[in-house]
């Protein structure tokens, strides 16, 4: 990720000077998939605003929506107008007439998607392995949590058995409130700690954002719970993060429950398992080392 992110700013620092202001105009809804990106894919079909404005306006739209359909994104002559007029009203400070510009933006797209290809190969490789895991259908089956989110929740956390109560995996998450005392004092407006994975908050606050916008009407405890502070005039954020600690604790009881329950794989063969698919590492529980 480290990788993907100083590739994204490369190219974005080499689109400032030759499509000035266009990182968010082509850019649609964030597609799951990592090699699907109309960012990335309108820099490789059109790279410099020169090559737009040498087009009459009527041409450019119907190029644009045609590139659009074939790459499977959504055809919008509206769009197309406003990339056509900031192309007109843009001023590139490279000429798109130096080999060396059209090399170095093209170069920089090439990177990006061989990072985004790889990136999506770890992920199925993650997804391949997930659902062999006897907890993959309990998770999968929690209200906001899909194939991608399942593979992500299971590789951060690991295995429950790990924590002893609900309360260390909310303490590893980070969302904990550390006591603020002082004497006779007693803090009631406190943070969370911050002091665990910083991946599974992530992770945690995306599974809240998805579950926000599916609004579920069954199994939906943690949704209405997160109504319910925004009800009482919480900000959305800590609203998200006060949901999430319910759901953590929700995970935690489905999840232990598997175990308790005894309904697991042979724990002997899945403890002399060190790797799979592809050689990716893995712990006693194969918990997938985090490079997604």
């Given amino acids: 990720m480290t990788m993907k992110g100083e590739s994204k700013l490369a190219l974005a620092t080499l689109l400032d000077r030759v499509m000035p202001r266009i990182k968010n105009l082509p850019s649609g809804k964030r597609s799951e998939e990592p090699t699907k990106d109309k960012l990335i894919n309108f820099v490789e079909r059109y790279w410099h605003y020169n090559n737009i404005t040498k087009m009459s306006e009527h041409r450019f739209r119907e190029d644009y929506c045609k590139w659009a359909k074939r790459k499977g994104y959504h055809a919008n002559e509206a769009k197309a107008r406003a990339i056509y007029a900031m192309a007109k009203a843009g001023i590139p400070t490279l000429r798109s007439n130096a080999p060396s510009t059209k090399m170095l933006v093209l170069e920089a797209v090439r990177?990006?998607?061989?990072?985004?290809?790889?990136?999506?190969?770890?992920?199925?490789?993650?997804?391949?392995?997930?659902?062999?895991?006897?907890?993959?259908?309990?998770?999968?089956?929690?209200?906001?949590?899909?194939?991608?989110?399942?593979?992500?929740?299971?590789?951060?956390?690991?295995?429950?058995?790990w924590f002893h109560s609900e309360s260390a995996l909310i303490a590893y998450?980070?969302?904990?409130?550390?006591?603020?005392?002082?004497?006779?004092?007693?803090?009631?407006?406190?943070?969370?700690?911050?002091?665990?994975?910083?991946?599974?908050?992530?992770?945690?606050?995306?599974?809240?954002?998805?579950?926000?916008?599916?609004?579920?009407?069954?199994?939906?405890?943690?949704?209405?719970?997160?109504?319910?502070?925004e009800s009482e005039g919480k900000a959305k954020k800590v609203a998200k993060i006060a949901a999430l600690n319910k759901f953590l604790r929700i995970y935690y009881a489905r999840v232990k429950s598997i175990y308790k329950n005894g309904i697991f794989l042979d724990s002997e063969a899945e403890a002399n398992t060190t790797t799979a698919a592809g050689g990716l590492p893995f712990t006693d529980d194969k918990k997938v080392v985090s490079l997604v």
């Fill in 111 to 161: 990177v990006l998607k061989e990072i985004n290809q790889t990136l999506e190969t770890i992920l199925t490789q993650m997804q391949k392995i997930a659902r062999l895991l006897p907890k993959y259908d309990t998770v999968r089956s929690m209200s906001g949590v899909g194939e991608i989110l399942a593979c992500k929740l299971i590789a951060e956390i690991g295995d429950v058995r």
């Fill in 173 to 229: 998450a980070g969302i904990d409130a550390p006591p603020y005392q002082s004497g006779n004092f007693t803090g009631r407006r406190r943070k969370i700690s911050k002091r665990g994975s910083s991946l599974l908050r992530k992770v945690g606050f995306e599974t809240m954002r998805c579950l926000k916008i599916v609004k579920p009407e069954q199994d939906n405890t943690v949704y209405l719970y997160m109504l319910k502070k």
